[in-house]
């Protein structure tokens, strides 16, 4: 008998590239799911490339979301690629301005249906609710209902075996997701964290999630191997 | 203050062209969201956009799906084109083999993306658990999962303002289906339900989704207006 099969939500960022790590290590043969839309800079599609080929999945499939479900319309004027370089950062009340319309919803749907279509168990989402606390699709009552919807409205649920969500780096801070991401050997240099890299895909240093990224390794002790387009 | 706004699913179908009618007898704003897929004709799009125009719905989207999301995958050897056209039919016991893997939960999470980025509170979707009894993703308590699940994931949910997935066809019989549709003016002549249509898109007459139609409209006692390819 095979091995289980888990499908992992693969953004090239450094939390999706940690949980893919974890998924490997935990013994999944590991399918692969990645998404551009609106938001999406290339560069970060092309790390998700790489770490699903050095990690050997068996499938990865790129999904095209039309940017217009998420924003763009002429109704709201919300353009995404308006979102803010600055503003994520956590310690405000309420959500972040970067909140994205029930993406999360979607991502884990698409998963979902993939699992069921490959017969796999389980999916992994790298979401964690420590360093950005205000996004209600990243809360673990939300992946409750979410696991409870799914077992309801699948023939694998019906049946008997309905598909886990499992978020392993839930209540890690970022430091702590590159600690583990380092034991389990993940090459961070292949992901991607920058909201406005550079035209050769170099990480400008200076947005909220570059900052994020930078403090996460010096609080973990680990040196930063992004490669940053200025001189920091 | 502007109507409420609410985000019509729109195959092209005689149930969605049905749910289409009741959203705008309701007094909504309605937007429509179609899937176009494996298992999907041209036809059935090219009537979700006829329906659309008729019903002057304020903004239609129309998204692909990858067709390895759902099926077609080496690892399985599924294929939605191989879905049989007959077999479908309600009476025999568990899932019907037409099942698609979490599809309506695909669709209503992309109808729920769609209406939170355009402030709207209502999702309408034409599921029934009548005629085809055995899909899990065609019953009440998944809907009302789905709502629960949405109201944790969203922002438009935590703020106190939950986006409703209405269902006003759960419990209604194809006949029933088609005399409210009569009743609010449905031109059932530019709706599709052949699983199997000629190049003229003209509907075979033959196959299951054909059979339930034609005895739909003879139990309704309505004409039924669907052009057949051949005299049946």
Redesign the interface.
Known sequence: MGKERAVVLLSGGLDSATVLAVALAGGFDVLAITFSYGQRHDVEIECARRLAHKGRV??H?I????S????G?A??G?DLKDVPKHGAVPGGPG?PVT?V??????F???A???A????ADTVFIGAHSVDYSGY??C?G??FE??E???A????C???GRPIRVQTPLLNLGKHEIIQLGAELGVDYSITHSCYDPDTEGRACGECDSCRIRKKGFEAAGIPDPTKYGKVP
């Open positions: 068996l499938e499939v999904v095209d979301i039309p217009e479900i998420f924003s319309s109704l709201t919300i959500i909140y319309p029930a993406r999360n919803i979607l884990l749907s698409y979902l249906a993939f069921e279509s490959r017969m209600p699709d809360r009552e939300f209902a979410f409870k919807m799914a309801l409205g699948t023939k649920g019906v049946e």
